[in-house]
């Protein structure tokens, strides 16, 4: 199984990116996927998750209204849209495919991919 992150970069703080997650060997539609975050000197936390079939997405308080979690089945790809990024924001981003919500021991993570946001 892999999990492979792309999109991270530097921003501004105010603006937006645009993760992506593709996944291979597994069945991407059964598995709710999500993502988290690991700040430097801080332990990994959650930030969004979406169901198999997109029924249901869950955010922290910290995503809610600024990040918006998706996926496509059919490219075996989860996004996570993240706008009026802060510079608290800046961290690792993993996604993770998990059996379902909430995923608190997902069965697979990504390697990451960094995201910074500067002032």
């Known amino acids: 199984v892999q999990l492979v992150e792309s999109g991270g970069g530097l921003v501004q703080a105010g603006g937006s990116l645009s993760l992506s997650c593709a996944a291979s060997?597994?069945?991407?539609?059964?598995?709710?996927m999500g993502w988290f975050r690991q700040a430097p000197g801080k332990e990994r936390e959650f930030v969004g998750a979406?169901?198999?079939?997109?029924?249901?997405?869950y955010y922290s308080d910290s995503a809610k209204g600024r990040f918006t979690i998706s996926r496509d089945n059919a490219k075996n790809t989860v996004y996570l849209q993240m706008n009026s990024l802060k510079p608290e924001d800046t961290a690792i981003y993993y996604c993770a495919a998990g059996p379902r919500y909430p995923m608190t021991t997902p069965n697979y993570w990504g390697q990451g991919t960094q995201v910074t946001v500067s002032l």
């Open positions: 979406i169901t198999r079939r997109s029924s249901n997405t």
């Open positions: 060997g597994l069945t991407f539609s059964i598995w709710t």
